[in-house]
């Protein structure tokens, strides 16, 4: 494994509950969720083609081919993933929702590996492998579903 990558990921996905408060805020400030996921696109936008651009890059876009459009349903998936925080943040509780998300993400993430879905790197899904997937999914309910009543004083 890849320390470098390693940091990146958790990096990256640190900044996920953040986006859900931060556009769950925002949604409730517009009273639209909607409007917060266009708020958050748009800026995701710019951003995006802003590293498009400085990477020297924009020319790999010529290159797209429209014949494959499963490639491009990555877009239709965020935008529900967002659409979906944005709404449920407020209401569920970031955590709570949180919690779900990498719950489905660690049990889809293996089964994608483990077939070698859309491409993916085939990583088999054996004991060892499933144990930690047990411990990991255990222990993240552990943080969240237990009795709120149980906080240390």
């Known amino acids: 494994m890849n320390p470098g990558w390693a940091l990146w990921a958790a ?3 640190a900044g996920i509950p953040v986006m859900a408060a931060l556009n769950g805020t925002l949604s409730r400030q517009l009273g639209s969720t909607p409007a917060a996921a266009v708020v958050l696109f748009v800026v995701a936008l710019a951003g995006a083609a802003a590293v498009l651009v400085l990477s020297g890059d924009a020319v790999r876009l010529a290159g797209i081919d429209l014949s494959t459009p499963l490639l491009f349903e990555g877009g239709l998936i965020v935008c529900a993933y967002v659409l979906s925080v944005t709404h449920l943040a407020p209401r569920f509780g970031v955590a709570n929702t949180i919690l779900f998300v990498m719950t489905a993400q660690v049990v889809t993430s293996s089964v994608v590996d483990h077939y070698g879905l859309f491409g ?9 492998r499933l144990l930690g997937l047990t411990l990991l999914l255990a222990g993240l309910a552990l943080t969240q579903l237990a009795p709120a009543g149980n906080a240390a004083k």
């Open 11 to 13: 990096a990256a996905a």
């Open 120 to 128: 993916a790197t085939v990583r088999p899904v054996g004991t060892m």
